[in-house]
């Protein structure tokens, strides 16, 4: 079947966050790959990707397409849902003959809910979908692709066998290979990485059982299942052929750093390339595999230290400690690798109290740059489980996790802690961290050493002074 893989338009500053997992409007504009929705495109020829976000375009733009196609398949998610829908009908009422299928983690924990919100939408894939997407679109039988549920010819959902996780992940071909094809890769920027960059995953899953995480509870799982370190090496060997213009590689798999020796013989592959890149890190890295990193071409980890008290990490099972966490920082500062730290506010067992121990133990181990969130319980979560469970949410339901702009709210509550306390305090930390002396002193020096950053940093200082007073 003549096949669309579709990024759906969203609201203005919408940023695919990681993949397209956390739709959100971010404090500086900024776009991620569709990596989930160029692996399947990837392996069913003739097909196309058009991520509409990060292309600037409206349903009116990409709503002829309906008529040159014969299956769309798009990705979705809680927060995005309802207008993806909309897209799905009107892209159904300009050509009714189109099967149009959706994808993504909400789709995954919701199948029959997904399909009863609109008979413009034929069936959802379940569990890792890229194989259901090949087999749909190779024109088999619906009721015999694994992992897919759909509506039948009366109207009844049908939910086919799961399919089983992918084992050999050398088997599926180079997303990167759809970026150079499809996309314009100048489109996709992140504050922290050098423009423009490349971002694709080295395996699936992630053998941490943090509950507020959504692509291992929900699609990848809890095995870390990886490609082989000659395959990865060899998709950075082709983005430096066919994309000599790209400055960065990132790594986007959760925890990249779990398998030390792996990480070590991908680094000195990379070292002979003499590409430099960056990847996702936990927070308890030795120094002796932090060291081979840095000497074969990293520059820069994206650390999820989520807390400064113990007590929440140990909540949300997030399986580090802060002593550690200072270590492994104090190790990287010595070594010259930048951090950008990721941080969450409301996480259970939230108070006032570690609230500002949090921004406080940022301001300590000093992190280059950081990005603070609002504890979002995405439907299939353990998170959202005991949200429910406890009565944490707000009254206005599980879905609504960003506002009509697409910017972050703080969804749950507690008796002791309001989500209005919760929200102002995202604010609070920025300006905490970011309005220090040292910090100004530092990123000025930034731009002084490298004059390409001081266009940059303004313009990031602008849209973050915007983000500010939107919220």
Not at 289 to 312: A, C, H, P
Request: charged content about 25%.
């Amino acid at each position: 079947m003549k096949t669309l893989f579709l990024h759906p338009p969203s609201f203005d500053g919408f940023d695919g966050g990681a993949g397209a997992r956390y739709q959100a409007k971010r404090e500086i504009k900024s776009f991620w790959y569709p990596t989930w929705l160029a692996q399947p495109a990837a392996m069913v020829p003739g097909s196309r990707l058009i991520d509409a976000p990060a292309d600037g375009l409206s349903l009116k733009d990409v709503l002829p397409l309906a008529k040159e196609y014969e299956l769309v398949i798009m990705h979705t998610s809680s927060p995005s849902f309802a207008t993806d829908v909309q897209v799905a009908e009107a892209f159904k009422r300009e050509n009714p003959k189109l099967l149009i299928g959706m994808v993504g983690a909400k789709v995954a924990v919701d199948p029959d809910g997904s399909l009863g919100a609109s008979t413009a939408i034929d069936f959802v894939g379940r569990e890792e979908f890229d194989y259901t997407c090949k087999e749909v679109a190779e024109g088999r039988d619906l009721a015999n692709v694994l992992g897919l549920t759909y509506r039948d010819a009366n109207g009844e959902h049908v939910r086919n066998p799961d399919r089983p996780m992918i084992e050999n992940m050398d088997e599926l071909p180079f997303v990167s290979e759809v970026y150079k094809r499809d996309l314009t890769i100048e489109n996709y920027f992140i504050g922290y990485l050098e423009h423009p960059y490349v971002s694709f995953y080295t395996g699936r899953g992630c053998r941490s059982k943090c509950t507020f995480c959504l692509w291992p509870q929900t699609v990848g799982g809890h095995r870390y299942r990886v490609r082989s370190p000659e395959n990865v090496v060899a998709e950075v060997a082709y983005i430096q052929r066919e994309m000599p213009h790209v400055k960065e590689i990132f790594f986007d798999d959760d925890t990249f750093t779990d398998f030390k020796p792996r990480v070590e013989e991908i680094a000195r592959g990379l070292g002979k390339l003499g590409v430099t890149w960056s990847c996702n890190a936990k927070a308890n890295v030795p120094y002796k595999t932090l060291k081979i990193m840095k000497d074969n071409g990293l520059r820069l980890l994206l650390v999820g230290y989520e807390s400064g008290n113990n007590q929440i990490l140990h909540n949300i099972k997030k399986g580090l400690r802060t002593d550690i966490a200072r270590e492994f920082t104090k190790n990287c500062r010595k070594l010259g690798i930048k951090i950008h730290g990721t941080f969450i506010l409301g996480l259970p067992g939230e108070t006032q109290e570690t609230i500002r121990e949090t921004i406080d133990f940022a301001r300590e181990i000093n992190p280059h740059t950081i990005q603070v969130s609002l504890a979002a319980p995405y439907p299939g979560t353990r998170l959202y489980e005991q949200a429910m469970e406890n009565g944490w949410l707000d009254a206005t339901g599980p879905e609504a996790l960003v506002n009509d702009d697409g910017v972050q709210i703080a969804p749950i509550s507690y008796p002791h802690l309001g989500k209005d306390e919760i929200f102002e305090s995202v604010e609070t930390f920025y300006k905490r961290f970011y309005f220090r002396p040292g910090k100004i002193a530092e990123l000025t020096a930034e731009m002084v050493r490298h004059p390409s950053m001081i266009g940059r940093r303004l313009r990031e200082g602008r849209e973050f002074a915007q983000f500010l007073s939107h919220r």
